[in-house]
């Protein structure tokens, strides 16, 4: 059974580092464009933009996620006036990894602000972490990206707070020009190979953890099943010794069914007297048999009784 168990384990274990290394190789080599190749990215989110007082809120669904989250933008020191979707620019030379962007750029446009002032970009949602950063891209700038060292609140009900400053005509501005508008392309940034190896090692442990669960259910149920066997085996044996204590009355009773009425044993004894006292009166002696054996029998009884007298006469 161990032999068994190990060899399950070991196939176990094979099959799920080979599904974990294709997973890293698909994830490594681009999976998404693979898919790019074949058309339009499948995974491309498709945000759907909604104005609510001076807010303005994107609902989207982000990559590698089933659920459909609510960003919210707003901006302090202007107005905002409107904010449009971008897609991730092809820079070569870059540290920025795309898969470490779960969502396109956002174009924010922002006006009525003073020239040369300065705005607070805020970005809240649900689906920021702690870790979560805010990038910049400005073509026009000698770095293209720039982390904005956005500052990073915890709300209630697991709502994350990401607040940074952009100046008019500084480098995070897209015109460049200081002219009472801001132009600010920018997306949240949070590290792919964190999020894809938490995700790995939690389900890691989840499959041990059900089957785990699986394995004491099954202890249960052996046991379960053991004591009902236990209970079934000493309820048989009740019934087996029924059985005999039945069949054992019922032996006695016939026992006690032919036992002799006590007329019947008189009759019997008197038979036998009757026929003592003939064979006496007719002449025959308890003696009378002188055989060979009953001779043998005689001279055998004497010779130890005279070994005996001898012994005490000595």
Known sequence: MKNICRKYLTSFVRAFSFMVLTILLSLHFGAGNCLAAFGEDVEKPKPVFSK???AIFVKLLPRGKSKSIRIRFEVTGGDLADIQAM??????????DKKDFRSDLFTVHVANVPVGGEVTILSSCDYYTSATRFYVFNEKAASPWSDTNATNKSLPDRVQDLTFSVKDGGPYDADGTADGKITVNCGPWDSFWGYAVGTLFIRFFGVFLVLGVLQT???ICGKLFERADKRRKIEKEALVKVQVLEASRDAVETVSATVMEPEMVAAISLALHLEVIREMESGKALDSDQSAWNLYGRQKIMSDRLLVFNRHTK
């Open 87 to 96: 897609d991730l620019p092809k820079t070569e030379n870059s540290d920025i």
């Open 52 to 54: 609510e007082g001076s």
């Open 217 to 219: 259910g099954m202890i």
